[in-house]
């Protein structure tokens, strides 16, 4: 987008209670953030960090515990690690982006440790690293931003970019909400942002996910970023239907059975979700931990607690008791589309923009799969790190123009008279997107007839009015921010016509050999798309 495409500024300075200069803005405070926020502010630069809730327990990682691909270099261990994963994620990987990650995922777990991280020690006295316990990695986390010196804006959601008259990313925009009406508006020009707001989870209410709206895949794309690897966005968490809990490895232990105790035949396989999904389609699903013996159930309460938690409070067994279980849409968190990265420095091609985390693709590390892989997490700590640093390169003594415009569209502007219905968009994308028999496995048909929908009802909120309040510009960038997202998923996922990845179509079971590259998308009123080669090291 030009700079000069854009018009009239929302929050005129005289109503911007609260006002920064820092040299780098980061916009999102889960692992990738404060990765982000450190390793920028190790570089001398100064800091803000803004996030939508608290930073420190907001975010998919916060609630959770969380395995980390972490691979000692010794022997072929990384190389098994890396060709373990390369066939599941349909060979879209690359070497050089596996080894810089499985190597900075090392550093910074080493860091951590130093930084007094518990991780626990195996019997023959190894630290082991393999995972983290969420609540405790990100408290750290949170006070090692604040002793870098850090500035911290907790429960400050972003809602636009700021530019400058030749484009570079010079800040951001947005709103405090535990703030009264008329101090609730905050700005922070800097010389670069990074972009870590996650991936985008449609409101699915997945454990840690409510936040992650797609923030910063439209705030990124109304600059000109460009995303990568949409159609990989289709992760489903499974739990029980009464909690929010999609942690899902102890499912492992499970069988799974329809309503008259009837064991579902192959639910519990490797290809047993697609059973689960299709028979969730036409009748519920019951689950039972019943082939974890007792040293197993033992260790799953260590482990990790809080699956335990809605059991104990309805007063369920789950290891003798049969309980109602679905898939809650995950999208890209546990998907693998985001942001496309331009450079070792996680830089975007926008300039002063750089993304991290699940905001960013995954594709380099994970092709178009993650599943239980521990990737996600490594990439967070990785690109985070990298992405702050490379912020901080750009944006230490740049001059940002005092005159700088606020990129935002829908939701922030517009000339229409129609009233903003936050509530009504949000539920029409979820009527799109969260559907099995849509997002599982898709169709021509079925991903055509939502587009209409979709890109009519993006037509509809660019021509109506903005937001009413500052507080209700969040719901209305959310929502916005959902359906951009929806939009690049269902044109990604009808332009790739195979199954890869998670990627699955119906008419297209198969992979096709000819399809082994990536599809890059963006744009708002009109959604692109474009063909991009993968680096030919990552081939099987
Ligand atoms: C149930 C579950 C289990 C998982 N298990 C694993 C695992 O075992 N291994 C693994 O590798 N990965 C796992 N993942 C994925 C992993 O949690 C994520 O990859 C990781 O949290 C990504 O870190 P992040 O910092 O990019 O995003 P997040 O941790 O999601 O943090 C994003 C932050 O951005 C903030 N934000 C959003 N929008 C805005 C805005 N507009 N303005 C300001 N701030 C904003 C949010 O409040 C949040 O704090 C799991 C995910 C889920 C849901």
């Given at each position: ?225 460009e995303l990568s690897g949409m159609e990989f966005s289709n992760a489903y968490g499974l739990g029980p239907a009464f909690s929010s809990i999609t942690k899902s490895l102890f499912y492992n232990w499970a069988t799974f059975y329809y309503a008259d105790g009837t064991p579902i035949e192959g639910a519990g396989s490797s290809k047993g979700r697609g059973i689960i999904a299709k028979t ?16 197993i159930r033992a260790w799953m309460r260590t482990a990790q607690p809080n699956f335990f938690v809605s059991f104990d409070r309805r007063g369920i067994d789950p290891f003798t008791q049969h309980f109602p279980v679905t898939l809650r ?212």
């Amino acid at each position: 987008m030009g700079a000069r495409d854009l018009d009239t500024v929302q929050f005129s300075d005289a109503t911007v209670a609260l006002r920064h200069e820092a040299d780098v803005l980061v916009i999102g405070g889960g692992p990738a953030g404060c990765w982000a926020a450190i390793a920028a502010a190790a570089r001398g630069a100064s800091v803000v960090l803004a996030d939508k809730g608290f930073c420190g327990t907001s975010g998919a990682t916060a609630p959770a515990g969380t395995g980390v691909w972490h691979v000692p270099d010794t022997g072929d261990a990384r190389a098994q690690a890396k060709a373990s994963r390369l066939a599941l994620g349909g060979h879209l990987a690359e070497q050089a982006w596996m080894d810089r990650v499985l190597a900075q995922t090392w550093d910074n777990m080493e860091q951590l440790a130093q930084w007094g991280y518990p991780f626990p020690v195996d019997e023959d006295g190894l630290s082991r690293r393999t995972s983290l316990q969420g609540p405790e990695y990100m408290r750290l986390m949170r006070k090692r931003v604040k002793e870098a010196g850090v500035r911290i804006l907790d429960h400050s959601p972003a809602l636009q970019l700021l530019v400058d008259e030749d484009g570079a990313v010079s800040g951001a925009t947005g709103v405090r909400r535990q703030q009264g009406a008329g101090s609730d508006a905050w700005s922070v020009r800097a010389g670069a942002v990074v972009i870590a707001t996650g991936g985008c989870a449609f409101l699915s209410r997945a454990l840690g996910c409510n936040v992650l709206t797609g923030d910063g895949h439209l705030m990124a794309a109304e600059v000109g970023a460009e995303l990568s690897g949409m159609e990989f966005s289709n992760a489903y968490g499974l739990g029980p239907a009464f909690s929010s809990i999609t942690k899902s490895l102890f499912y492992n232990w499970a069988t799974f059975y329809y309503a008259d105790g009837t064991p579902i035949e192959g639910a519990g396989s490797s290809k047993g979700r697609g059973i689960i999904a299709k028979t969730l389609q036409t009748q519920p699903v019951f689950a039972c931990v019943d082939r974890a013996d007792a040293q197993i159930r033992a260790w799953m309460r260590t482990a990790q607690p809080n699956f335990f938690v809605s059991f104990d409070r309805r007063g369920i067994d789950p290891f003798t008791q049969h309980f109602p279980v679905t898939l809650r849409l995950e999208g890209t968190v546990r998907g693998t589309g985001g942001l496309q990265v331009v450079d070792a420095h996680c830089a975007t091609a926008v300039p002063g923009l750089y993304a991290a985390g699940d905001a960013a693709t995954r594709e380099l590390i994970c092709g178009g799969f993650t599943g239980g892989g521990s990737h996600n997490a490594a990439w967070a700590t990785s690109s985070g790190f990298w992405a702050g640093a490379g912020a901080a390169g750009f944006g230490r003594g740049r001059r940002v123009a005092r005159a700088v415009l606020q990129a935002g569209g829908v939701g922030l502007r517009g000339r229409g008279h129609a009233a903003f219905d936050s509530a009504a968009a949000i539920a029409a994308v979820q009527a799109e997107v969260f559907p099995y028999e849509r997002n599982w496995t898709r169709r021509s048909d079925l991903l055509e007839d939502s587009l209409g929908r979709l890109d009519a009802l993006w037509q509809r909120l660019r021509d109506g009015a903005p937001a009413a309040d500052a507080q209700e510009a969040v719901r209305a960038r959310e929502a916005a921010a959902m359906l951009a997202t929806a939009r690049w998923m269902y044109r990604s996922a009808l332009a790739r016509t195979e199954t890869r990845g998670m990627h699955r179509r119906q008419e297209h079971a198969a992979l096709d050999g000819a399809q082994r590259h990536r599809l890059l998308s963006g744009g708002l009123d009109e959604v692109w798309l474009r063909r991009q080669a993968v680096a030919e090291e990552g081939a099987a």
